[in-house]
Structures are given as C-alpha cells and as structure tokens.
C-alpha cells in the first residue's frame, strides 16, 4: 500500500460541458458564473465606505428614480436577516434590478429617528423610499406584501433608442 506522499499528481479534469438552450455548449463553470447574482448589491451601513452620511443622500435625493428599501432590524433577531435570500432572489430575477433599485441594512440604532420609531424587537420593518420620500412601511417579516409592493413600485425599465 503506497504512502500519501508517494501518490502521483493527476492533471484537473476538465470541466464537464452542459448542453444550452441552443444546442450549444459551455462549461458548467462558466454556466454557473452567468447565472449567479453579478454582484453584492445590498448595502451595510458602516461597510465598505457606505457611512450614514451617504445614506441619507440617497434616500432623501428628490431627483432619483430608483426605489430605495431599507431595512431596519435588530442586531439580535434572526428572523430579520432572514429577508436576504428574497433580496438576492429578486436581484437575479428583476431585469436591471441594481439601475432601478437599492436596499440598505442597518441597525435600528443607528439613526436616532429609528431608535425612537421603532422599538427593540425581533421584528424587521422595511421602509420604502422614492424620490426623496418614504412612501410606505411594513412591520415585520411579509416577504408577499414586499415583493407585491416592489412589483408595482420599481421604476419602469429604460429603453435605449
């Protein structure tokens, strides 16, 4: 019985080939890279240079056309980091999701105005903003009436003429 290192190192496989909708062919690498989300689209207050003061920009810039979905959750609770799968759901199945949409996370304690409007609970609330205004709220984890509101609120697809 050889010992482990005495075992000859094989070349790597090549990647399985998958057959596409055309009949044409593509690794399932680089299949798998054109499916997955493009890139990390939901914003942290305090991550990667996204501050407070960046924030309130967008959300209170009249000028803007996207919807702006901020959630606004307790660091201890669960059920409001549960909401992230949906988020990233949307993003890949919503035609140019990140030019007519964002969404920001934040502890409820980082503003003052939400320390005071919303109590430490282990519900989330979700705030929608358009065009410099909040537009509506839910109280709690109803992920049917959020998308049913992004649905009707996401600003139209621009067409390129």
């Known amino acids: 019985r050889p010992h482990f290192s005495s075992r000859v190192a094989r070349e790597p496989a090549p990647p399985r080939r998958t057959r596409l909708f055309s009949g044409l062919t593509r690794s399932r690498r680089t299949f798998c890279a054109a499916v997955m989300a493009p890139k990390e689209m939901i914003y942290a207050l305090g991550q990667d240079g996204f501050d407070l003061e960046t924030f309130q920009k967008r959300?209170?810039?009249?000028?803007?056309?996207?919807?702006?979905?901020?959630?606004?959750?307790?660091?201890?609770?669960?059920?409001?980091?549960?909401?992230?799968?949906?988020?990233?759901?949307?993003?890949?199945?919503?035609?140019?999701?990140?030019?007519?949409?964002?969404?920001?996370?934040?502890?409820?304690?980082?503003?003052?105005?939400?320390?005071?409007?919303?109590?430490?609970?282990?519900?989330?609330?979700?705030?929608?903003?358009?065009?410099?205004?909040?537009?509506?709220?839910?109280?709690?984890?109803?992920?049917?009436?959020?998308?049913?509101?992004v649905d009707e609120n996401l600003p139209p697809l621009e067409v390129d003429e």
């Open 59 to 149: 959300i209170s810039d009249e000028t803007s056309k996207k919807l702006h979905i901020v959630d606004v959750y307790t660091a201890w609770c669960g059920p409001c980091l549960s909401i992230v799968p949906t988020f990233k759901t949307m993003q890949v199945g919503i035609d140019q999701f990140e030019d007519r949409c964002t969404i920001t996370q934040m502890d409820r304690t980082s503003m003052p105005e939400y320390v005071t409007r919303f109590p430490q609970t282990s519900k989330p609330h979700f705030l929608f903003y358009k065009a410099g205004q909040e537009v509506f709220c839910v109280e709690g984890l109803k992920a049917p009436e959020i998308l049913k509101f």
